[in-house]
């Protein structure tokens, strides 16, 4: 089994910066893929950005694309995401998520393992 916990979420006024992170415990292995998705209010889960243990395999959705960064410290067994200039439509739960088949895509139906979300709130 694996443990997913998000943290350092957070209220940002627009062009604000925030750090989430995402802590891993349990039966995870390198090949896994890591990734962050996030639910707005009356919206579906829509993926922010992949990548895998070894650094590799970085894939960001388009709307975050050169304000968001993945990143992930195997030490520590910690995915961060660095977000940087945000704006009012990043507004949402933050969701780390697992993927056990390495694949690292953007579908939420591919993730094996969730954890409870963190609240984003940037205000205008």
């Known amino acids: 089994q694996v443990q997913l916990v998000e943290s350092g979420g957070g209220l940002v006024q627009a062009g604000g910066s925030l750090r989430l992170s995402c802590a891993a415990s349990?039966?995870?292995?390198?090949?896994?893929?890591m990734g962050w998705f996030r639910q707005a209010p009356g919206k579906e889960r829509e993926f922010v950005a992949t990548?895998?243990?070894?650094?590799?395999?970085?894939y960001y959705d388009d709307s975050v694309k050169g304000r968001f960064t993945i990143f992930a410290d195997n030490a520590k067994n910690t995915v961060f995401l660095q977000m940087n200039s945000l704006k009012p439509e990043d507004t949402a739960v933050y969701y780390c998520?697992?993927?056990?088949?390495?694949?690292?895509?953007?579908?939420?139906?591919?993730?094996?393992?969730w954890g409870q979300g963190t609240q984003v709130t940037v205000s205008s």
């Open positions: 349990g039966r995870i292995f390198s090949n896994y893929a």
């Open positions: 990548i895998n243990w070894s650094g590799g395999n970085i």
């Open positions: 998520a697992a993927d056990a088949a390495g694949w690292g895509s953007v579908g939420s139906d591919n993730y094996d393992y």
